[in-house]
């Protein structure tokens, strides 16, 4: 819980030892995990994390860092630090005003005046758990082949985001969301394959786990026989969650910092046709839709949408005061948490949708590999290149038919010609599970991607 | 640190709610980041980490919780609500701890008394070597870190143990340059030491391995797809094993069935000149630690010897589900999670083959000189790794370099497929991400042979 008495000492300690443009990060994490694992109640997890980031300048050169035991003995120890090391960081501190942030989200002083703080729901989890046993029982019952449902699972997360600059401005907002996961494994003949999926809503009565785990089953029913295919050049439909999860993985390269770096082949291209027509992707962190909604950054800066790409053409990159250089602000100075610093994050991506349903697309496709899992995106995804070789899982489809399940096969190609490549998006899209990297995207048909198989 | 007064009063009030188990784990650790890529420091901080992580097991069901807050209500507070899911029992029995015995390995230059310049100073030592090695070489970065950490393990058994840990790494990637390609090279030399150990390594010798590594990439044609013999040098090329196999062998895998390894003890499950062994007692080393976070001393684990499946790496929870006793192989990133079992330094033990010997019997392949990173699905024992560096191998020699590759494959096919191994076994530094977290981990193997794997490209 906020000790606003806490700050006041930091700020006036601060204030003493000749730190400027002073400003605390507040950061109250409320998070439960319950997990059901066939029939059992597993694992269940529960937290109220807290913890603050200083920032300021020391002698002209910026300085940070993060204070995870709030008492006085421990804030001082980090203050006294963080100054000792300010000059051989040698980070010179910004000029800009922080009240006179230019920015592309709402007037700031509107945001000032909000203080938005939607209340902690607290629920009754012995009634999640006996709910959570219910859904699980139903879903097992769906198909006999189904063996084990591994995970039917629920998460809460609460979090509290407060600034306190040393002119008294104070900027406070919350957000709350409830994600539901299942994860099951189906067996036949010897052979079994397993399936993963997760839903966020605003309330846990929203998710809907029987048909999370319909979903995934008839994903996993049908990969059942998967054999690898020739290596070869295959025209790929990634899935919409597919799509999601890749895509996520190549947002670094709209970054303005990783565009001054050199890391990025969309340099000096703003506005020029670099991608398909058919595709649009615009970022938003106050965008409602997403799990994690913020009207302002970790600097104090309001938010709002920007477009990567508009129609194929290249619209906007995204910055924070540090790599801004007089541009602009659009928002995106964002930590991870406390113990991480400020730097440009991008939050809440959404890919637009298109006419056609997936179904509808891969029922007029002649042949087409229809990827439904990728994995090592991790290791196998060079955004600064734009390559990637991942492995993958799928079926190999004509007009709607499944031809061969797949699996053990890459598939590989590099983004910025994949973009270009796009002939198609569908009507339906779903989301990536990470709720700090959260992107949301339609399937996409992809004229030609490498497959590495046989 | 909290008194064990109050960690009593904790395991007490987690038995009383129902717990037939129960833990508390104390973390106090100092540390320093420093992130610099050329001339320009990204993040550069100093900060202490504290918190108490509190375990309860039912039968074979865990909650947990954590806080950083350290005042008696909260804590007892926060046992009470994780446990309220738990079904009171009487009768259950706890033994207080007593005496602490503690494990307070002395280093030679303590971190905290090293001067914040002198760590900058060793930074830009490794930019200036790197940039200088060839003028292809555009950005040098490098990530340093250094740790103090002192923990505390009780549990309701009486366990009480403190163990201090010390630990350093210095991850230095370089980005060469040739036309329009930009490829990178890494190093990442670690240990469980004191800044000493910089003074017992040539970190110029790192960053310009780096700088070789990114110089020779740069340019490369884009690595074929399709199925060959592949051959993996020494080091970290041992990840292809902690992936294939090794995330399969721990118990929090096994124990439920979701390994491709479950119930096959004693079966052949690799060819016979693998030899798979976790070791987290190998003194100083960057995965190692004297006791794992359960409190029980680290050892050598074999898992696999000559071929046969010998052993798992089991912790507490998931060995009372096996019926097996824990292997000392319990991990956590922090006290913000619960520990479960995971790998230390994981390697394939040294083979009778020579390297060039191996090069030299392969007729057409691939040599992978360095990867990067990957993952694994246990269940199926899919899993896949990215290659940093790799050479065609043409008629017995390495020829061109290739990027872009990436190696897939089963972890039970792929250990039938090692046909050579030699014997010139080295272990390496890296991260892995997993259920309780990101943990040091060391992996390690001599150069081997895999007759055939898949190899995915863009080519």
Known sequence: MLDKKFIDYVLEQCREIGIKDTRVYYENRKHTYLNIEDGETNVFRQADEEGIRLSGTYKGYFCSTYVEKLDRETANEAIQIMIEIAVENGEKGKNEKIEENRSIGEDRKVVLDRKYLKPFCSIDWSEVEKRLKGYQEEIKKLDKRIISVSKTALRQVWVQVSLFEENGNEMTESYEFFQGFVSLVVEDNGRKQDAYASDFKRSVEEIDYLEIGRRIFEEAEKLLLVKPIQTGDYKVLLSNNVAADLFSYFLPIFKQEEVDKGNSKFANMQGKEVASSVLTIYEDPSSSEAPVVRTFDDEGTTTGRKYFFEKGKLGAFINCSKDAKGKVLTGNGFCKNYKSPIGTIVRNTFIEAGKRSTKEILETEKRVLYITGLDGLFAGVNAKTGDFSVIAIGLLMEKGQVIQPVNQITIGGNFYQMVKDIKEVSSDRWQTDDWENYVKAPAILIRSLKVGGL | MISKEMINKILQTAIDCGGDFAEVFVENKFNTTIIKENDTVEQGTVARDYGIGIRVIKDTNSVYTYTSNDDENNLIQITKQVCSLLKKEKGLIYKPVS???????????EFSKVSYKRKMDLINQVIASGKEYDTK??????????????????????????DNRNKTRMLMIAYAQKDMDVQSGYSGPGAAKGFEFYDEINVEDYAREAARSACAMAGANYCKAGQMSVVVDNGFGGLMFHEACGHSLEASCVAKGHSEFSGRLGEKVASSVVTLVDDGSIPNTWGGLSIDDEGINTRKNVLIENGILKGYMIDRLNGKIMGMKPTGSSRRESYQFAPTSRMTNTYIANGTSKREDIIAQTENGLFVKAISGG?????????NFAVA???????????????GAT???????????????ADNLRIDQGYCYAGSGAIFIGAGQPTVRISNMTVGGIK
């Not at chain 2, 070489?137 to 549990?155: F, G, S």
């Not at chain 2, 972890?411 to 090692?418: A, D, F, N, R, T």
């Open chain 2, 407 to 421: 190696l897939i494959g089963t972890g039970s096919e792929v250990l039938q497929k090692v046909d050579m191994v």
């Open chain 2, 375 to 383: 993952s694994v699905n246990p269940l199926t024992g899919a899993f």
């Open chain 2, 99 to 109: 005496e602490l015995e503690q494990s307070l390995l002395k280093v030679e230059k």
């Open chain 2, 389 to 403: 560096e790799a050479y065609e191998i043409v008629n017995g020699k390495i020829g061109e370099p290739v990027k």
């Open chain 2, 137 to 162: 070489v555009k950005r040098m970065y490098v990530k340093y870190l250094d740790q103090e950490q002192n923990v505390v393990i009780a549990n309701s058994e009486g366990l009480y143990r403190e």
